[in-house]
């Protein structure tokens, strides 16, 4: 299964590796975040491509996971960070979109969760 694709080495060495702790495995996509975002170019047009990069980065790496919570934690972080960053959104309604098209996946994935959970993911998503 290691032979044939990037996608396949990444996955193995997921549940080799980082499935027993998914703590360590969520700190350490954060901090992939964190640099993406920084080294992000605040221009419109190179704020689009980067996003769209970051995201479908985070995507692959939530998909691996499998679990809701990881889902769930992992995209609200991102909203944050693209709230917090440099960026005007104001003047590009695609980076708008493509934040309030996040903002419903993470309400979508909520609703899958347990109750409890789902209170606690939704005081996070007030910050939102």
Same mark, same amino acid.
């Given at each position: 299964?290691? +032979?044939? &694709?990037?996608?396949?080495? %990444? /996955?193995?060495? $997921?549940?080799?590796? @980082?499935?027993? =702790?998914?703590?360590? !495995?969520? %700190?350490?996509? +954060?901090?992939?975040?964190?640099?993406?975002?920084?080294?992000? =170019?605040?221009?419109? !047009? $190179?704020?689009?491509?980067?996003?769209?990069?970051?995201?479908?980065?985070?995507? +692959?790496?939530?998909?691996?996971?499998?679990?809701?919570?990881?889902?769930?934690? /992992?995209?609200? $972080?991102?909203?944050?960070?693209? &709230?917090?960053?440099?960026?005007?959104?104001?003047?590009?309604?695609?980076?708008?979109?493509? $934040?309030?098209?996040?903002?419903?996946?993470? @309400? &979508?994935?909520?609703?899958?969760?347990?109750?409890? /959970?789902?209170?606690?993911?939704?005081?996070?998503?007030? %910050?939102?």
């Amino acid at each position: 299964m290691a +032979k044939l &694709k990037k996608d396949n080495k %990444e /996955l193995l060495s $997921y549940l080799l590796f @980082e499935a027993e =702790n998914e703590f360590h !495995y969520i %700190e350490g996509i +954060k901090r992939e975040l964190d640099s993406e975002f920084d080294s992000l =170019n605040p221009g419109i !047009y $190179y704020a689009k491509k980067g996003l769209r990069k970051i995201l479908r980065n985070l995507k +692959k790496q939530i998909k691996y996971s499998g679990k809701k919570e990881t889902e769930v934690e /992992l995209l609200i $972080y991102f909203c944050k960070k693209m &709230k917090t960053s440099s960026i005007r959104f104001s003047s590009s309604t695609v980076l708008q979109n493509l $934040y309030n098209n996040q903002i419903k996946s993470i @309400e &979508k994935a909520i609703s899958k969760l347990h109750e409890d /959970l789902q209170f606690d993911f939704k005081g996070m998503m007030e %910050e939102l």
